[in-house]
């Protein structure tokens, strides 16, 4: 379910938490309640000053009963504050969960459905900055600012009305110094806010992305003797959220002082006060009661407008990860239709399919048309860049053709569900990703029913039960981060069992064996054969000795077909594929020691 965005900033929040409105309620009311009680033991240790101060100096004359159960009073005013806050952070935490668990599932449902040009356009760091920090933050929010947000609202309404109840002049003293405080925050915060918030979020998602692609091509800088310093992008993502967060620092330098020095030193108001309205008063102990409990009181009014600021801040942070959560949810998705198309063979043919990936008219492909004959073996070549990858991309649908149509039989992809789809085709890829699980698991990834039979069969198919009964706890042996490496061969040999396993009609194969030693290209080789019988298969071809077979040799260059047919037809064309196929076997020739001129 995509959530649709009506409101914004902290509003955005709580329509984000919309299933949880009645525990945020409570939350709400429990914490509002707590904000009150919590100045009752001031309102009690008035009445105990106020009976001290009767019988001075003749303290013996002090009705202890009076002063025990205002005693009484203050604590059980402190012992609601806790109970009703603690059951309002309860009911909030509770609110947190379920949200952070909605918008987790949202997200990461919704990322799975929009085209994959997003993930390499917005890159890996931002959406695990919005899925993990982002989110997180939300959470917090609603777990444990939300209740204090209440809080520091009720509780200067409450304070206001204890200010101006018992003395209205020293409350007016008060109230001129938060009115003060508060007012050069506000001058402070102006119209550029919003604007800092949004350049904060952004610095610190590219210094997360840099951080994530650092440490990714860690081998590689290592290799070549690199360190955090010399890798230009991290070093100019942490300079530049340097330079942001001294410049949004130093924003706040004064009037954060002005309005701490402010709140901390309220009784610098009321003594002078107190001092006039000392002079001209008739009853002193009614004066000296009011000047002590102000005095007293002053304190609290300083953590209450702490409470507020820490609101103000946490929630301007949070604004900004909503925002961004947002701008990932506002990418659109692949259209998917209920019931779809079903295929009626596994041909695979593209008519007139042109395709950029920005958009624009910068074309990856421009108006191909070829046919993958069900059951047949098509070969693609060509030079860099020149679309090879883009056309074995585009039949997942993981982009949408700019022009044109892609189709499976008679079913235009577009027509089909994602399920049906993905029912057609395998991938077997050269960048092979193993998740940090099984071998059981990474084996049937693709295909989470299969039994342990069928995982046992489509490894042997694949030539990796030799390797796997090697392996500390065969199948149950966890791959990844945490468990065991495998090496590139094996784990290409893992790709090719979760393509048997699917036992999908179509194979999109980007050549597997281009980088494997003699004896992991054997076994890949023999495991591809048995994969490939009796399917629709399409190669990516990078070495074209590996193709000469095919049933059809598709040659692209700059986005466009410019030559097809078997090696034998194309050879005596003396064309594209002719040169590419006496430069490649000229390279064959090249040693040590050997000189090669290719012309």
């Not at 599932?105 to 459905?113: D, P």
């Not at 919005?130 to 929010?141: K, S, T």
């Not at 009011?290 to 409470?307: C, D, G, R, T």
Request: proline letters at 3%.
């Amino acid at each position: 379910m995509k959530e649709k965005k009506t409101k914004s900033g902290m509003s955005r929040i709580f329509e984000l938490a919309t299933g949880h409105k009645r525990l945020l309620a409570v939350s709400g009311v429990l914490a509002a309640l707590a904000a009150i009680a919590s100045f009752v033991p001031y309102v009690a240790v008035y009445y105990i000053i106020r009976d001290v101060i009767s019988v001075y100096p003749e303290f013996t004359k002090l009705n202890i009963d009076s002063v025990l159960g205002y005693g009484m009073i203050a604590v059980i005013g402190i012992a609601s504050d806790v109970i009703l806050f603690f059951g309002s952070s309860i009911c909030a935490h509770l609110a947190a969960f379920g949200t952070q668990y909605k918008l987790k599932t949202v997200l990461t449902e919704h990322i799975a459905k929009i085209p994959l040009g997003f993930h390499f356009n917005i890159g890996s760091g931002r959406f695990r900055k919005v899925l993990n920090q982002d989110i997180e933050q939300m959470e917090n929010f609603i777990a444990h600012t939300y209740p204090d947000m209440v809080a520091a609202f009720v509780a200067p309404a409450a304070l206001l009305a204890v200010l101006f109840v018992f003395d209205w002049r020293f409350g007016l003293a008060a109230f001129i110094a938060v009115i003060a405080a508060f007012g050069i925050q506000m001058i402070a915060m102006g119209s550029s806010n919003s604007q800092l918030m949004s350049k904060l979020q952004k610095n610190t998602a590219d210094m997360t992305e840099a951080t994530v692609e650092y440490v990714r091509g860690m081998p590689v800088l290592k290799a070549f003797g690199q360190t955090a310093h010399s890798f230009k992008q991290l070093r100019g993502a942490i300079t530049a959220y340097t330079k942001f967060m001294l410049t949004y620092t130093l924003k706040w330098k004064n009037s954060t002082a002005s309005f701490m020095a402010l709140i901390n030193n309220i009784y610098l108001f009321l003594i002078p006060v107190g001092i006039l309205i000392g002079k001209g008063t008739k009853d002193y102990n009614d004066f000296l009661l009011n000047f002590i409990f102000y005095l007293l009181l002053a304190p609290a009014m300083a953590s209450v407008l702490h409470k507020f600021l820490y609101v103000s801040s946490s929630s301007m942070r949070v604004s900004g990860g909503v925002e961004s959560f947002d701008e990932i949810m506002a990418l659109p998705e692949l259209v998917e239709i209920e019931r779809g198309k079903k295929p009626d063979d596994a041909t695979v043919s593209f008519q007139n399919v042109s395709f950029s990936y920005s958009g624009d008219d910068n074309l990856a492909l421009s108006d191909v048309s070829f046919t993958a004959r069900a059951g047949e073996v098509t070969a693609i070549v060509g030079t860099s860049g020149g679309g090879k990858s883009t056309i074995a991309h585009l039949i997942p649908r993981f982009w949408d053709v700019s022009r044109g149509r892609i189709c499976i039989g008679d079913a235009d992809i577009r027509e089909m569900t994602e399920q049906d789809l993905m029912r057609q085709v395998s991938f077997v890829f050269q960048d092979v990703y193993l998740f940090n699980q099984s071998v059981r698991d990474n084996i049937k990834i693709g295909f989470p029913e299969a039994s342990d039979e069928e995982v046992k069969e489509a490894a042997k198919a694949a030539c990796c039960d030799e390797f796997i009964a090697n392996l500390p706890n065969g199948y149950d042996t966890v791959l990844g981060e945490g468990g065991i490496h495998l090496s590139g061969g094996e784990a290409q040999r893992i790709s090719i069992a979760r393509a048997i396993i699917r036992n999908t009609p179509v194979l999109v194969l980007d050549e597997a064996t281009a980088f494997a030693d003699p004896e992991n290209e054997r076994l890949i080789q023999t495991a591809l054969r048995r994969l490939m019988e009796g399917r629709t298969v399409i190669i990516i071809a990078h070495r074209l000795g590996s193709i000469k077979d095919a049933d059809n040799i598709l040659v692209m260059n700059e986005g466009k077909l410019v030559e097809s047919g078997t090696h034998s037809a194309l050879l005596q064309t003396n064309g594209v594929y002719s040169d590419m196929w006496t430069r490649y076997t000229q390279s064959l020739e090249w040693g040590i020691g050997k000189e090669t001129v290719i012309s």
